[in-house]
């Protein structure tokens, strides 16, 4: 069992930069593939990115691609979001989530097993 805290949530303007952190706690960090994902108000949970356990392999959602990056340091049982030009359809709460599943990038909200207590982001227009 794994548990996830983030943090790095906030208010910004649009255009404006974020970084999210996600520690992890528990079992090995590196023995799982790990996603972000948000959800906006009045709408259902969805993946904007998900890495491999080796941090080699990332997958994002057209929504962020070119806009947010995904890492990870598995010696900091880390898992980081850098979003960069946010947009007010940006506003969600975001969550890091970890999988157990053989796939190197997870892309479906039942294949991940432990969820964050999520991190509130606005972006203001």
């Known amino acids: 069992q794994v548990q996830l805290v983030e943090s790095g949530g906030g208010l910004v303007q649009a255009g404006g930069s974020l970084i999210l952190s996600c520690v992890a706690s528990g079992r090995t960090f590196s023995s799982y593939a790990m996603g972000w994902f948000r959800q906006p108000p009045g709408k259902e949970r969805e993946l904007v990115a998900a890495?491999?356990?080796?941090?080699?392999?990332?997958y994002y959602a057209d929504s962020v691609k070119g806009r947010f990056t995904i890492s990870r340091e598995n010696a900091k049982n880390t898992l980081y979001l850098q979003m960069n030009t946010l947009k007010p359809a940006d506003t969600a709460v975001y969550y890091c989530a970890a999988s157990q599943a053989a796939d190197s990038t997870p892309i479906v909200v039942r294949q991940y097993d432990y969820w964050g207590q999520g991190t509130q982001v606005t972006v203001s227009s």
């Open positions: 890495i491999s356990r080796s941090g080699h392999t990332t």
